[in-house]
């Protein structure tokens, strides 16, 4: 089963967030149940 589309803004919201927290990028996808490299390709395609 394929996960749902997650939209742009949402994704770079979630990226700042990330960024914002202090935390690693893997505690803070741990954190949030997001996968790595998941999360990885959203700030690939953010640039």
């Known amino acids: 089963m394929r996960a749902k ?3 742009k803004e949402k994704q770079y919201q979630l990226v700042l967030e990330c960024r914002q927290s ?3 990028d893997y505690s803070w996808c ?3 149940d997001i996968k790595l490299g ?3 390709n ?3 395609c953010l640039r």
């Open 5 to 7: 589309t997650i939209p």
């Open 22 to 24: 202090g935390l690693s």
């Open 30 to 32: 741990l954190e949030y």
């Open 38 to 40: 998941t999360f990885y």
């Open 42 to 44: 959203w700030v690939k």
